[in-house]
């Protein structure tokens, strides 16, 4: 299985993007993909997880109301759009999945991808 991130960019405050993490080499529909992001010295931490094997789906607090997902199973990518972003959202972001897994269970941890960089200038 390969998961592979795109869409990192540089943003203004306010603005938005959209990241996209495709899987490969698997039954797309039955991964549960989470999306992390790491701050420069910092720990990688885990801000939404859908799950396409019970629906299950989880927000974080910091991002919740600003950044949603959404699939495309016939490209197997899932998308995470972020919208009024802000400086503090800078990051590495990083897709992972993991194959019948609910999110209310625990993160998805097996197929990481490379990381994509986002920048939000204020």
């Known amino acids: 299985v390969q998961v592979v991130e795109s869409g990192g960019d540089l943003a203004q405050a306010g603005g938005s993007l959209t990241l996209s993490c495709a899987v490969s080499?698997?039954?797309?529909?039955?991964?549960?993909i989470g999306w992390f992001r790491q701050v420069s010295g910092g720990q990688r931490v885990g801000i939404s997880c859908?799950?396409?094997?019970?629906?299950?789906?989880y927000i974080t607090d910091a991002v919740r109301g600003r950044f949603s997902t959404s699939s495309d199973n016939a490209k197997r990518t899932n998308y995470l759009h972020m919208t009024n972003l802000k400086p503090e959202d800078t990051a590495v972001y990083y897709c992972?999945?993991?194959?019948?897994?609910?999110?209310?269970?625990?993160?998805?941890?097996?197929?990481w991808g490379q990381g994509t960089q986002v920048t939000v200038s204020s």
């Open positions: 992972v999945a993991e194959a019948e897994l609910s999110c209310l269970v625990r993160w998805p941890q097996d197929y």
């Open positions: 080499g698997d039954t797309f529909e039955k991964y549960t």
């Open positions: 859908v799950s396409q094997w019970d629906r299950s789906t």
